[in-house]
């Protein structure tokens, strides 16, 4: 036998984001079925290969006849498809943050300098910055943190206690991210003005200091991971 083949239902195709970084491993599609090869014939396979939700499981001959299971007879031959590196068949879904065109309120936002010490609840910094970091902050630093990136690779990080990074601080005032330093001009709206602009209360509404803001969803916002934040880098070298 010269590898290991598993079949799976094209329905569970977001479980391959645990197994993209197996070396060797393609993939490909065919009616209604994610077919995976490349995988050793001998030997155990990565827990996350092992822990996919197969429909059948074979080994592969070097004439790629299928054979299922402990059987020594073959019950077909692998399906002639156009196989992909599982990287590129399940390319890396970035977490992003900014929210384009968002549609401008028709009144006027103003932010006005406040001398008012508010606890830091976010910061707005460069990826670069972020991920040189991450790479060496101990562990325990990172948890309780998220983060999201923006398209042009701002990164938003939200949590206690906030990183020692360079970058733009934020507190948080009614679901409304606002600049260290400033405030409302008129502060007792902002639990209206953050039901007007994220009237379904699913995120937070982060301020520019002159008055642009963009609506950060929460299902944008990921746990902060070394791994996560690498993969995220990776993606935008790519």
Known sequence: MTERVIVLASADRPVLGHVR???GL?????AGQLWLRGLPATGELPVAVRALPAVATYAADAQERLFPAGHRTPTGRLPAL?????????????????VPARTVPSYRVRLLPSGRAQAGA????????????VETAPEIRLRGLRFAVSSDAEVLVLGTPLPPVAGQEYWLQHGLLLPAGF??????????????????ADGVVLFRADGRWEQILATDVVPVTRGAVRLTAEGFAA
């Open 21 to 23: 970084t197996v070396p």
């Open 26 to 30: 393609r993939a490909a599609e065919a």
């Open 82 to 98: 156009v196989w992909q590196p599982i990287a590129e068949f399940v390319p890396l879904e970035l977490p992003t943050a900014a």
């Open 122 to 133: 976010a910061l707005l910094t460069t990826l670069p910055q972020w991920l040189a970091y």
């Open 183 to 200: 405030d409302l001009e008129a502060p007792l709206l902002a639990p209206l003005l953050a039901r007007k602009l994220d009237p379904a």
